[in-house]
Structures are given as C-alpha cells and as structure tokens.
C-alpha cells in the first residue's frame, strides 16, 4: 500500500465526535465505543433536521434502531443497548418509547462542559428546526506531556 497524497484527502467522508466527549473529565468514563455512536447519531440528526422530524415542542428527534447500532457498529445486541444506555446514562441522549415494535425517538442532548472542554453552550438554541453554530470559546488546556508539536503550543503561565 502506497502513503495518501493530497488528491486523497477529499476522497472520504467522516463522523464528527465533539471534542468535549474526548477532553472532558466528565466525559472519561464514557467508553469510546459510546463516543463513537454519539458521532453516528450527531450525522443522523443532520438527516432529521433536513427532514424536518420534529415534535410538538420543536425538538429534533431521531430513529436509530438497537439493528441499526449493530449493523453499524458490528456488535451484539446487548452490547448495542449498553451503549445506547451508557450515552442516555451520561446524560448526551434521552429515549422516548413510541409503543410495542416502534423504535424510540432519540432525543440528543445539549451537553454542558468544564472550563477545559468545548460544547454545545445553553445559548445555542433551536431557530426555526437548525441548531445555531453558536458555542462558548474554549479553554485549551494543554498537555504537559512532549510531543512531536511541543514548538506549537503557545506558554501557558503558571497556576
């Protein structure tokens, strides 16, 4: 197999996992596979808010069926509802039960975050069914463990 070249990049598409899941203490005792269907279920509310799949009160739901995070993620179904648990657990999902053989509706959840982590903020709101790009500025905090980008970071002072 040959390296990537530049033409490659834009050959794929990607999943997006908030930054937040990954940097927040909070968020450390999330399993990583959570994480990831956290980012699965953030592309399918893209789709739902395209659709238009709203309730009464105006917040985007989604359908993401326990078959559909096995197929995804290819795993059992009681793994698939210990994550799908484990998020609603965290506080990033709440499940709504539309009766015997419907699927839930999925609510996603604004999440808050520490002062070193980046997320949704409680001004981001829901304007006519789009969630606005509004967020806190986020704190950075660095690592003090050296890395092949140590010469990027800016000082940090001392506490």
């Not at 210990?82 to 657990?89: A, C, G, I, V």
């Not at 709101?125 to 500025?137: C, H, I």
Request: hydrophobic share 30%; proline share 4%.
């Amino acid at each position: 197999m040959n390296p990537y070249i530049e033409q490659d990049s834009g050959k794929f598409t990607f999943y997006r996992v908030p930054k937040a899941l990954i940097e927040d203490a909070q968020y450390r005792t999330v399993s990583a596979e959570a994480k990831l269907l956290f980012g699965l279920l953030l592309d399918r509310l893209s789709l739902s808010l395209r659709s238009g799949w709203q309730d009464e009160s105006g917040r985007v739901y989604l359908y993401y069926t326990v078959s559909a995070v096995q197929d995804s993620l290819h795993c059992c179904k009681e793994t698939a509802c210990k994550l799908l648990r484990e998020l609603e657990q965290a506080g990033l999902i709440e499940r709504h039960s539309q009766g015997q053989g419907k699927p839930d509706r999925i609510y996603l959840k604004r999440f808050a975050v520490s002062n070193t982590g980046s997320g949704w903020s409680e001004k981001q709101t829901a304007d006519e069914g789009k969630w606005s790009e509004k967020q806190t500025a986020p704190v950075e905090k660095w690592s003090e463990k050296p890395t092949t980008r140590a010469h990027d970071r800016p000082e940090i002072p001392a506490a």
